[in-house]
Structure formats: structure tokens, C-alpha cells
């Protein structure tokens, strides 16, 4: 039985792996040397292998943002563990700096902020491109889609520039 490694440092909604986000990251483009991609793949998923063994991120977390350009308390609230290092980059635990003030926040308004903000989508939607789940399902029998069938920011990223190379990975 294949298993998503998990959502920490995926993007919203659709689950690819953060190293594709054309500005944000800009850690890997398509047509960039496999072998880095391979070491970011293996990287993610060792912190993964860390989150679910010491039941924390290894290093800083990051939130999405809200609409005044501040980390997300629902994210934050929903997505962080108390011991995890905290996204306002002050070197504390999330629980003992910013977890006491999104707790403030009354609860269901601000699920419902971040659902319309993101088109009634909630955290739990998080998973991967379809198109690669079924072509994984398919043991190899199907050939993995483009990433630019798969990846909506990547694909609105061209669709606005133009000028990415895109090959299969
Ligand atoms: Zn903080």
C-alpha cells in the first residue's frame, strides 16, 4: 500500500512538494539537475521521518499567510505542534509564543476566514495531485503526468510568464 509521507512543506491545496513553488522557493525548476531535487525529495522526507518519530518539525515552521500578511492563526493552530520552533522568528517554541494569542481568536471565525480565502477549502483537503496518486496506484503501469498538468501554481506561474522550460521528472 502506497501512503502520502505527509503534508509539512507542501503547498495549499494541492500537496506538491514546496521546492516547486516558482517564487516563494525557487529551490528546484523543471529542467534543474535531478540530482538536487533527489536531495530535496530525501531531505523533506527525513523531517517527515523526524515529525513522526519526535512528534516535531525539525527547524523553523512557516504559515500561510492571512489577509493582513500575518501568519495564519488556523494554520498555525491547526498545522503546528506546541514544541515546534515558531513562524514569527523569534526562536521560541510555538507554545510558549504565538499559540496563547491564536488561541484568542474565536475558533470557527477564523476557519471560516481561511476557507474563504481559499475558495471553501479547509487544511484537511490537503493532498496530492490526483493524477499522481492514480498513476502511483497504477504500480508503474502509467507514465507520471507533467508536473504542469499537476502543480496549479506552477502551471498559472507559465501560463503568466511563458518562459519555463517543462519536461517530465
Ligand atoms: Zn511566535
Given at each position: 500500500m502506497v501512503e502520502w509521507i505527509g503534508p509539512r512543506?507542501?503547498?495549499?491545496?494541492?500537496?506538491?512538494?514546496?521546492a516547486y513553488h516558482p517564487v516563494l522557493d525557487k529551490a528546484w525548476s523543471p529542467g534543474d539537475d535531478l540530482c538536487v531535487l533527489l536531495d530535496i525529495y530525501s531531505v523533506w522526507a527525513l523531517r517527515h521521518l523526524h515529525l513522526a518519530v519526535l512528534d516535531r518539525w525539525p527547524g523553523r515552521q512557516y504559515a500561510m499567510l492571512d489577509e493582513l500578511g500575518q501568519s495564519d492563526p488556523y494554520y498555525r493552530l491547526t498545522q503546528f505542534k506546541e514544541?515546534?520552533?515558531?513562524?514569527?522568528g523569534s526562536n521560541r517554541r510555538y507554545g510558549e509564543c504565538c499559540r496563547p494569542h491564536d488561541l484568542k481568536h474565536p475558533f470557527l471565525s477564523i476557519l471560516?476566514?481561511?476557507?474563504?480565502?481559499?475558495?471553501g477549502r479547509g487544511i484537511l483537503d490537503r493532498a496530492p495531485p490526483g493524477k499522481v496518486t492514480a498513476s502511483v496506484a497504477q504500480s508503474g503501469r502509467n507514465a507520471p503526468p507533467?508536473?504542469?498538468e499537476v502543480h496549479d501554481l506552477l502551471r498559472a506561474h507559465i501560463a503568466g510568464s511563458g518562459n519555463l522550460l517543462v519536461t517530465r521528472v
Open positions: 512543506h507542501t503547498n495549499f491545496p494541492d500537496g506538491s512538494v514546496c514544541a515546534e520552533l515558531c513562524s514569527c471560516q476566514a481561511f476557507k474563504r480565502r481559499n475558495s507533467p508536473i504542469s
